[in-house]
């Protein structure tokens, strides 16, 4: 047995030709080497002013006041901004090095592999504390940008770490998705099924810039001019991907500092 859940998005209860898969590192969902390195109801539009005919772009990492936005799902008409919305994802943050675990599996699947490494005693674990946290204080400083601008700031995050905010942190009062609300959290679960895992979106909360702030108990103001947000998006339009079914999402390649093998 191995504490591996899966390598390189695939389960390791299943059986694959894993010396071909690590030499060669590839991710099945970006179809190309994995970014990661050793160290989102859905009827429901959130583009309120999107027609049929604008074309669904995704801009990655947007600078705004307080940060940076991972993604905007942008609706473009003829090379102009008609709405936005922005997506954060949350994964999260390990204590320790996962790596000694990993090269364990390696090693029950005949995959050589040094000693050193998978006879090491180094533990790892989930810092929930740490990554709820940062979280919440990086969305309050964000959504007040978007909630002056009448916009949407989703959060995309496992369902696990939204029930450990929901215990740590005072969630009372947030309330199932409202349109109105600038501040989304979309909580996905990991769903196991015979070819593998998925995951799919499990429950929807929203609240506004006071609720963040309730949530830690912390208040501030921040405003951006709406012109400004829209003026970088249609900078970064031509390197902004086409959004379409089935289409793998580009990943941000900033390094959150923590070991994620």
Not at 40 to 63: F, Q, W
Not at 81 to 109: C, K, M, N, Y
Not at 143 to 164: A, G, M, N, P, R
């Amino acid at each position: 047995m191995t504490k591996i859940v899966e390598l390189y998005a695939r389960p390791t209860g299943q059986s694959y030709p894993w010396p071909d898969i690590v030499s060669g590192q590839q991710c099945p969902l970006l179809n190309r080497k994995c970014l990661k390195n050793r160290k989102s109801e859905p009827d429901v539009s959130m583009l309120a002013l999107h027609k049929p005919g604008n074309e669904l772009r995704i801009v990655p990492e947007l600078t705004v006041p307080g940060g940076s936005i991972d993604y905007c799902l942008v609706s473009v008409r003829s090379g102009k901004v008609i709405d936005f919305a922005g997506i954060e994802l949350q994964t999260l943050d390990t204590t320790g090095t996962v790596w000694p675990e990993r090269q364990r599996f390696l090693r029950s699947h005949g995959i050589p592999v040094r000693a050193s490494d998978a006879d090491s005693d180094k533990k790892f674990g989930m810092n929930w504390k740490m990554t709820a946290k940062t979280i919440l204080m990086q969305l309050h400083h964000k959504v007040q940008t978007f909630e002056h601008l009448s916009k949407h700031l989703v959060l995309v995050t496992q369902d696990c770490l939204i029930e450990y905010m929901q215990r740590g942190f005072s969630f009372e009062h947030l309330q199932a998705a409202r349109l109105g609300d600038p501040m989304h959290f979309h909580a996905y679960q990991l769903v196991a099924e015979s070819s593998g895992y998925k995951i799919q979106l499990s429950e929807r909360w929203s609240t506004d810039t006071n609720g963040i702030a309730q949530c830690l108990g912390l208040q501030t103001s921040s405003k951006v001019e709406l012109e400004m947000i829209l003026q970088r998006i249609e900078e970064k339009l031509p390197q902004s991907m086409l959004l379409s079914v089935g289409q793998p999402v580009p990943m941000t390649t900033h390094d959150s500092g923590t070991d994620n093998s």
